[in-house]
């Protein structure tokens, strides 16, 4: 089974940074995805970066130029780092995986992905 563990959240002052990690274990895919979502209290899980296996990256307009996401295939890693944090990031933020990456996947949907880690809260303060 696939299993994806997220950690890395916490709390940080406004302007700080902060990096996510994603591990998953159990992949054994070619072409796949894997995104970082996030929720907040009151709202719907949105997509906020999204990675492929052959190393396209996808942004929500609301982090371009502040979040980066990356990845490290032969630890099984993705990663998200997020600078010039503001209080609205504040969110639990969630990985997710799609196993098969093809054309027409919506980078940024939650319903394209099939497997979720559990989340870790961020926290950030003005």
């Known amino acids: 089974d696939v299993q994806l563990q997220a950690s890395g959240g916490g709390l940080v002052q406004a302007g700080g940074s902060l990096r996510l990690s994603c591990a998953a274990s159990?992949?054994?895919?070619?072409?796949?995805?894997v995104g970082w979502f996030r929720q907040a209290p009151g709202k719907e899980r949105e997509g906020v970066s999204c990675?492929?296996?052959?190393?396209?990256?996808y942004y929500a307009d609301s982090v371009k130029g502040r979040f980066t996401i990356s990845s490290d295939h032969a630890k099984n890693m993705v990663y998200l780092q997020m600078d010039s944090l503001e209080p609205e990031d504040t969110a639990v933020y969630y990985c997710?995986?799609?196993?098969?990456?093809?054309?027409?996947?919506?980078?940024?949907?939650?319903?394209?992905?099939?497997?979720w880690g559990q989340g870790t809260q961020v926290t950030v303060s003005s």
């Open positions: 990675i492929t296996s052959d190393g396209r990256t």
């Open positions: 159990g992949w054994h895919f070619d072409s796949y995805g």
């Open positions: 997710a995986a799609v196993r098969l990456w093809v054309a027409g996947v919506e980078p940024l949907n939650k319903d394209e992905y099939d497997d």
